[in-house]
């Protein structure tokens, strides 16, 4: 059943044409992506083409080879037919130098996936030279081919369509390709499908790719471009952007990405981003639909793909990646706001996020093997798995405590068939911290590996360790050159406050410098707490102490405050240099000892949200309701913008947490909060924690 409709709904905001300064500011915003490398050389181009043309020829002689094995007549043979066709970021025009291709091969209905594909393909690459670190992932929930073809990192998906012979002009666009189609060529199939019809929904290819291409370094360099990790991923931010360039036309990139942060930075979620109405189709495809299917309720970011069947492309968002990436829509509006004052320039919307620095505690995921096989199998399973890791913490710490993963793994080259993955850990915003009280969070930990370890292809030496470390215990090797870089001056995320963090021992106090860098506006960096509070405020904060014992016996980490000595003496099968393996050891957190993050409902005052309706020109988009109790929009501007008022009803904020900061100011030009230096309240951190619970 299609979705209700509305002309208004899909009518644009603004239409003005393109200012000088949009013009200027555009050719900056290219120079510094140039510089940056984020474009491949022609010769790099040119070596793609030509790794795809070469495919193409391999793919069309398996599928004759396999009709002839199965018994065909020549006939048959010499006109049956498979092609290549690519998706994801090359299609899209943004990809970058040594990026993979995300490629589709399409086949006849007799060639099946299990047999052929995985089976006669898979070995046909497996003999040529130019194929290297050809690994098949036959159960994954989109089937995969991974390899190097000359260099090239290839991503090969297939499909059987239900036709004799594909045409070399196949279009995949027409919905009738879907009859009889299982699920896994469902989704092999949309993943073309998706990118086509983003491309024919904007309304400048070259803007949008451009704008795209912008957002996509910009995700990378703060940490939240990982699907894996419960982040977005190429798809999610492609249609992101493709929303923002149907609603600004006529705009120029850089714009277009202001645009991009005022718009994200208020959108009320879970109202859904559609790029067109949820249409219906013949075939029994279920498409995204939260009256009728329960579990699409749950969805916390709903981005809703655009070719039938329309499905959530962000499920993997958890509540604490949701909160990260706000008060990072929040940074980049507040950073283009400052651009617009003249205060700061582009190069502070990219500067890199310091994971390392931002938090106090963490988990420290071990995985080895025994082979290289071994572990890229091990790998791939642990990584879709890390998301329930985050989830059941939320879940057992009744959503009290954060958690931050890292978007990729960290390699450390002295340990053979090693890889190691990390997850901050800090008090959720809103959560009322009770002197004493601990997470325990040794039953999860102990859940999660069980889950990890139900994996139905595991070998022996296939082993995972979890293990709490705290900062000063990070290992070297996540440093560049195995170096720990020197302390920064801490950075808070409200108002490009600067703080000077001196951590000696117990009873140091933290002082926070209000005074700005314009260079380095970091609003809402977690390397220093913030709340919402009507002022400005120096905080002197105790540096309290950390109840902490490692979830696994005889580790050799040396958590800083870890009570007891540990050893380590790791199971048959595992790399003696892994300082982690099972136990029931109970980790406890104080809560205190956690830093604070900013409030997840930072969405902009009311005067933001009147000023950016009158920017919308009172478009008056429809709002769309999908059954009683759960509230779906999609209104431009308007569709999931909302004042922090409306945002409490999804992020409750139900006191007792400590005010640290303001709002960050939310008018056009940088306010004299940024310029001005504010009033100074010095109060003791466990003192306002008694008086707040």
Known sequence: MAMPKSNQMWEPISTAQPSELDVSRTQELQKLMENAGLYESREEALKRQEV???????????????????????????????????????????????????????????????????????????????????????????????????????????????LWVIPDDLDLSVPCFLQDLDEKSVLSVNGSRVTDKILRMVPNVQSFQTTLRCIRYWAKQRGIYSNVAGFLGGINWAILVARICQLYPTALPSLLVSRFFKVYSQWRWPNPVLLCPIEGGSLVLQSWDPRRNFRDRNDLMPIITPAYPCINSSYNVSSSTLCIMQQEFQRGNNICEAMDASVTGWN???????????????????????????????????????????????????????????????????????????????????????????????????????????????????????????????????????????????????????????????????????????????????????????????????????????????????????EGPFRFNPPVGASSSVGCSSSSTAVEILVSDLVPAPSVCQQGSSKEHDRFQDDAQSTGEVQQNFGEGTRVENDGVQQGVATSKDCSNIFRNDGGVEELEPTAPSSNAVSAAYLAPKPVIKFNFTSLVRANC
């Open 348 to 562: 502070s919307l990219f500067e890199n996020f310091l994971f390392f620095e931002a938090y106090k505690n963490y988990l420290q995921i071990d995985i080895t093997a025994r082979k290289e096989i071994d572990l890229m199998n091990w790998q791939g399973w642990v990584e879709s798995r890390l998301r329930l890791l985050t989830s059941k913490i939320e879940r057992d710490t009744r959503g009290m405590l954060q958690c931050h993963p890292h978007p990729g793994e960290c390699l450390d080259k002295s340990k053979k068939f090693h890889r190691c993955y990390f997850m901050g850990l800090q008090r959720k915003p809103g959560v009322c911290a009770q002197e004493g009280e601990p997470f325990d969070i040794s039953f999860t930990v102990e859940e999660f590996k069980n889950t990890v370890g139900m994996y139905t292809c595991k070998k022996p030496g296939m082993w995972i360790g979890v293990c709490h470390i705290k900062r000063n215990n990070i290992p070297l090797f996540v440093f560049p050159g195995g170096v720990r870089p020197a302390r920064p001056k801490r950075v808070a995320r409200e108002n490009g406050a600067a703080a000077e963090a001196d951590e000696a021992g117990n009873g140091k106090k933290r002082k926070i410098d209000e005074s700005i860098t314009g260079h380095k506006l970091r609003k809402y960096d977690s390397m220093a707490g913030t709340r919402n509070s009507p002022l400005a405020v120096e905080a002197k904060v105790e540096d309290c102490s950390i109840t902490a014992r490692c979830p696994i016996v005889d580790c050799s980490q040396s958590c800083l405050g870890v």
């Open 52 to 162: 795809l043309g070469r495919l193409d020829q391999i793919v069309k002689s398996w599928v004759k080879k396999v009709t002839e094995a199965k018994g065909y007549n020549e006939e048959m043979v010499e006109e049956v037919n498979a092609v290549i066709i690519t998706f994801g970021s090359y299609r899209l025009g943004v990809n970058g130098p040594g990026a993979d291709i995300d490629t589709l091969c399409v086949g006849p209905r007799h060639a099946t996936r299990e047999e052929d594909f995985f089976g006669e393909l898979h070995r046909m690459l497996s003999e040529l030279p130019e194929v290297q670190e050809l690994h098949p992932v036959p159960d994954a929930h989109v089937p995969v081919m991974k390899f190097k073809f000359n260099g090239v990192s290839i991503d090969l998906l297939y499909a059987n369509l239900g």
